[in-house]
T-cell receptor, first 116, second 112 residues
């Protein structure tokens, strides 16, 4: 069975500061990992995905994540937070490339708060 | 082009009523998924269709939940005899042959 754990249900950073959202996974097979963002009353939007190519993955809106097998982690970072980054962020795991041939298993989410 | 659409966006049902939630996937997307997102939680997988075939329904929480996609396009999630614990946002996603899942805005179901 696969699972993801997101450390910290709420993370608060100042505008312009580094954003770090933590995700650890558990998988019995090589995982495919995803970060999604959810704005209020909207569906989920894919930020980036790891599908066993490069371990450092760059996504939209300046976000990136690094796959570290030894630490079973896939933390999301952004060098400089913007007010528009305030949202709910979900880490997800799948055993299928693209997450599109199998259901995704999501973490509980991290609410990112940006302080002006 | 148009994204995944869901209707209604909000539904209030009295306990014991039946509800039907609709999902219109992106045109041409073969795969369709339903997820349930309880308040303050991540989405949880309910069921998966490839065209009209329901290939996985392992996440449906009880036999009161039923999903169909008779013509391989629009899908309906039906909940019979709704209970308070069914209150959640129901998300639909579609994808093209194993590629990225695109999510709709969800239907927020409140059972009173």
């Amino acid at each position: 069975a696969q699972s993801v754990t997101q450390l910290g249900s709420h993370v608060s950073v100042s505008e312009g500061a580094l954003v770090l959202l933590r995700c650890n996974y558990s998988s019995s097979v090589p995982p495919y990992l995803f970060w999604y963002v959810q704005y209020p009353n909207q569906g989920l939007q894919l930020l980036l995905k790891y599908t066993s190519a490069a371990t450092l993955v760059k996504g939209i809106n300046g976000f990136e994540a690094e796959f570290k097998k030894s630490e079973t982690s896939f933390h999301l970072t952004k060098p400089s937070a913007h007010m528009s980054d305030a949202a709910e962020y979900f880490c997800a795991v799948s055993d299928s490339s693209g997450g599109g041939a199998d259901g995704l298993t999501f973490g509980k989410g991290t609410h990112l708060i940006i302080q002006p | 082009g148009a994204g995944v659409s869901q209707s209604p966006r909000y539904k209030v049902a009295k306990r014991g009523q039946d509800v039907a939630l609709r999902c219109d996937p992106i045109s041409g997307h073969v795969s369709l998924f339903w997820y349930q997102q309880a308040l303050g939680q991540g989405p949880e997988f309910l069921t998966y269709f490839q065209n009209e075939a329901q290939l996985d329904k392992s996440g449906l929480p009880s036999d009161r939940f039923f999903a169909e996609r008779p013509e391989g396009s629009v899908s309906t999630l039906k909940i019979q005899r709704t209970q308070q614990e069914d209150s959640a946002v129901y998300l639909c996603a579609s994808s093209y042959f194993g590629r990225e899942q695109y999510f709709g805005p969800g239907t927020r179901l409140t059972v009173t």
